[in-house]
């Protein structure tokens, strides 16, 4: 238990209680108060670190996740059920209107994007341009469109990267595979835009007072 | 104050509540236990909303976030001071690699992206890349420039619709252009991003069935 907060870097206290709300498999008994325990564990703790710290999933939903992809009979189920799962809609919100429901009905028509029907991801969608029309700043078709259009080629090279063979062998590293690419490379996806705003934003200025 | 509550859809608690935290002004008082609200309240009171329900936010950080804006001189710092706030990075995650910092300048080199010295957006780019190769999937440099490249067009739209000159007039409005473009519009990237992503497994998984 000792080596295994130290090669996680969580505390044990952490750990017991993880084992306790069934994050992580219980070690194999060695005595009576001795479990061992092995690479998986060490690597389902890095995962539910990596979740909580970067992620910053709330921990019944870090359970939720890990669930649903360790019981997907599929590779294909484990990403449907990773996207279903990280991405269904806040239960407390309300549904999204009609409006924008058409509108990302149409968007997927203009980029011929097929969804699986009810794709969770529609309706956080809707949801989200519901949120920027009650706020008075909606987003445009266009700039959905241009959203969309860009955003293709990185889910292309991601879904690539993801199908790798590599992949293929271990369901524990699909686990990670499927968690990783759909989450933690969000930060770094919007890191990046934030870097592009900035300094999209010190070129214009630049123009602006030079002009 | 119960009109407040039902403009806004928050509780008077949480309205209350608010007001105690600092995070609304208050009201202009009228009598003894009566005070008045206008619309600035309201739209601060959507904006918080926004700041917790869709953006996840913490209390504590939605009000640095408003408090850090609110006090900007000029409009360029009040989109710095966003960023800094919105992006800083974990203050316990421990500091990022000499090597990702690395890695992160040599991708705006090749981006030709000039950032402000110590930009917190530097620092969480790497601290994401250290996530991706302590996890064993680290990102490679190409992915990277990817990532960057795709997302270029999508900062160009974002700011300029964020320096649209309606944006000009009113410090309010800017308040919530800059939480808005850095913020709300983030759900709409990471739900398309999901779509195109499960668009295109499935494409690859049909192209793989018909060969």
């Known amino acids: 238990m000792a ?14 209680y993880y084992l306790r ?9 060695v005595g009576r108060t ?4 092995d ?19 709330r921990l019944d939903t870090v359970r939720d996740v890990l669930a649903g992809i360790d019981a997907a009979p599929t590779w294909h189920e484990a990403v449907g059920s990773a996207h279903t799962r ?8 309300p549904p999204p209107t009609e ?14 994007w097929q969804l699986a029907e009810g794709h969770p991801q529609v309706l956080v969608l809707a949801r989200a341009l519901d949120t920027l029309d009650e706020l008075g700043h909606p987003m445009s078709d266009p700039m959905l469109n241009v959203y969309a259009h860009s955003i293709r080629p990185i889910a292309e090279n991601e879904v690539l990267s993801l199908r790798h063979p590599d992949w293929g062998g271990s369901r524990d590293l699909s686990v990670e595979a499927v968690v990783i690419g759909t989450l933690l490379q969000e930060p770094v996806l919007l890191a990046l835009r934030r870097m592009a705003q900035e300094d999209l934003s010190r070129r214009y200025d630049a123009a602006e007072r030079s002009s």
Chains 1, 2 share one sequence.
């Open 3 to 16: 080596e295994l907060a130290q090669r996680s870097g969580l505390s044990v206290a952490t750990i017991k």
């Open 86 to 93: 990280l991405g269904s809609p806040d239960p407390d919100a």
């Open 21 to 29: 709300e069934g994050l992580l498999p219980a070690g194999e008994a």
């Open 39 to 57: 690479e998986s564990h060490v690597r389902r703790l890095r995962l539910i670190r990596a979740l909580t710290d970067v992620a910053r999933l």
């Open 99 to 112: 409006a924008s429901l058409a509108r990302v009905r149409r968007l997927l028509e203009i980029q011929d």
């Open 34 to 37: 001795r479990a061992s325990y």
